[in-house]
């Protein structure tokens, strides 16, 4: 299954980069297989790698747990294509932004 989630406290994120059983509290998404083919087609991941060097990848969990990093995501998205998750994802960006936490990437 895959899913994107707004941790509620960054630690919440480390704890869950280092226990692959831990409960993140937050907000999420789980991403249906359209969904994700609309995100994965969007320029959304090249264009954020481009400016940040953070490969969002469909094979890994990726984490982003800086604030330059969360915020230049919101920037990405809100410039991106059109894509079926792009007012969930802002969503999710702004509510990590507001609590200093990040943002998973389950994929």
């Not at 895959?2 to 226990?19: F, M, P, T, V, Y």
């Not at 409960?23 to 609309?38: C, H, M, P, W």
């Not at 007012?87 to 936490?101: F, H, Q, R």
């Amino acid at each position: 299954m895959r899913k994107i989630i707004a941790g509620h406290s960054k630690e919440d994120l480390i704890n869950a980069s280092n226990d692959i059983n831990y409960e993140i509290v937050g907000k999420e998404i789980i991403v249906k297989d359209t969904e994700f083919t609309s995100f994965w087609e969007s320029d959304l991941v090249s264009k954020f790698y481009k400016k940040r060097g953070v490969l969002i990848d469909d094979y890994e969990t990726t984490i982003i747990t800086s604030e330059d990093d969360l915020y230049i995501l919101k920037e990405t998205i809100e410039q991106s294509s059109a894509f079926k998750l792009k007012k969930n994802l802002l969503e999710l960006v702004t509510y990590a932004i507001v609590k200093k936490s990040g943002i998973i990437f389950i994929f």
